[in-house]
């Protein structure tokens, strides 16, 4: 069976060679030293525009010496070519995600805060200093305060839940109760903890918020009937009273 440092090693080897690839690194589990035997590899490179989908298609090609891939979804965007894959010869968890990106893309989706807890790079090779590193930067509290009004009458917003509940329609209801209720105190409760990384929904929640603050929130999805929306939406105006107090105290002073 293939293991993931043959692999990185194999993408290495193909790639660092070529002029018109100037970076390759590894997001994830890799770069926050996460790793276990349940990750997946995220690739990045960074190539001229003109070679990106050529770039990614040639390294699906490539991988298929070292095995059959027996699964593979390609997602083709303006700054970003990307392809998730796996190898029939590899652990079923270890998917590969192989994003190319413009070498004209924005420098800021390649700098990183120091020490982050969600997002940081393990550089395979840097030719044009396209990985670059800073320290906290201030957090934008206006922004801070704009996100959390908008999510915090989301929440208030209930009865966009209720009336499915009335209609007898549980569907509507669920999908109403995770827009409007859940997903909304998830937002918030970055705010408070991960505050620069808020849009992160539940990506790797457990790893980024206090043990007990994941339990308040797993409360909220382990629904399964109507009467299970009914008490979650209690329960939310409660944390949301909670989450309001500890807003207030963090950033409204």
């Known amino acids: 069976m293939i293991q993931r440092e ?3 090693d194999f993408l290495k080897i193909y790639s660092k060679d070529k002029e018109y690839v100037y970076a390759m690194w590894l997001e994830g589990a890799d770069g926050i030293n996460k790793v276990d035997e349940y990750s997946d590899i995220d690739f990045w490179f960074d190539v001229d525009k003109d070679k990106m989908t050529t770039f990614l298609y ?3 090609e490539k991988l298929q010496e070292l095995g059959k891939i027996d699964s593979r979804v390609d997602d083709i965007r303006e700054e970003i070519a990307q392809s998730n894959i796996h190898l029939q010869n590899t652990s079923e968890y270890l998917t590969l995600d192989i994003c190319v990106q413009s070498h004209n893309r924005d420098r800021s989706a390649t700098c990183y805060i120091k020490n982050d807890i969600a997002e940081l790079p393990l550089v ?3 030719k044009n200093n396209v990985i670059t590193f800073k320290e906290n930067d201030e957090l ?3 922004l801070i305060k704009k996100v959390f009004e908008n999510n915090k009458y989301r929440i208030k917003q209930k009865s966009r839940v ?3 509940i009335k209609r007898n329609q549980y569907l509507e209801a669920y ?3 995770i827009e409007n209720i859940a997903n909304p105190l998830v937002v918030i409760s970055r705010l408070i903890y991960t505050p620069r990384h808020y849009d992160y929904k539940l990506c790797h929640i457990s790893n980024h918020l206090p043990k007990d603050e994941v339990d308040k929130l797993e409360v909220l999805f382990k629904v399964s009937n109507f009467n299970d929306i009914e008490k979650n939406l209690d329960i939310a105006d ?3 009273n909670e989450y309001e107090e500890l ?3 963090k950033y409204m002073n």
């Open 247 to 249: 807003i207030n105290k």
């Open 238 to 240: 409660s944390l949301l």
């Open 6 to 8: 043959e692999i990185i």
């Open 58 to 60: 040639d390294c699906i």
């Open 175 to 177: 999908m109403k109760y």
């Open 162 to 164: 209720q009336k499915y």
């Open 140 to 142: 934008d509290i206006d």
């Open 124 to 126: 395979i090779f840097d």
